[in-house]
Nanobody, 127 residues
Framework: VQLQASGGGSVQTGGSLRLSCSAA???????VGWFRQPPGKERMFVAA????????DYADSVKGRFTISGDNTENMVYLQMNSLRPEDTAVYYC??????????????????????WGQGTQVTVSS
């Protein structure tokens, strides 16, 4: 599985961006997650979804502002980010893993729970 993230950019506080993650290869059995890494900080979980997009999980910091969705026909997963804040500034990564969503081990919320990663896309939110 090869992943490609895109859609990052610079916006002002309150603005919106939509990130896209495209996949090449067999993708249907995986969950897809978005993580972000702010400058000087560790990579952290943002959101994850099943490939059908029917179930989703969000970090508390983005709940109600971000929406993750999937498009099986196009092999794409999106992250719609609204009401952006300066603290959302980070490099955003998409990843695919075989662990189930909301796995009791926490795998779907951890970097180690994902086997495939796309390159990052920069999101910058200015105040």
């Amino acid at each position: 599985v090869q992943l490609q993230a895109s859609g990052g950019g610079s916006v002002q506080t309150g603005g919106s961006l939509r990130l896209s993650c495209s996949a090449a290869g067999t993708f249907s059995r995986y969950i897809v997650g978005w993580f972000r890494q702010p400058p000087g900080k560790e990579r952290m979980f943002v959101a994850a979804t099943t490939r059908s997009g029917g179930n989703a999980d969000y970090a508390d910091s983005v709940k109600g502002r971000f929406t993750i969705s999937g498009d099986n026909t196009e092999n794409m997963v999106y992250l719609q980010m609204n009401s952006l804040r300066p603290e959302d500034t980070a490099v955003y990564y998409c990843a695919a893993g075989l662990n189930g969503l909301n796995n009791p081990s926490g795998a779907s919320r951890a970097s180690w729970g994902y086997s495939y990663w796309g390159q990052g896309t920069q999101v910058t939110v200015s105040s």
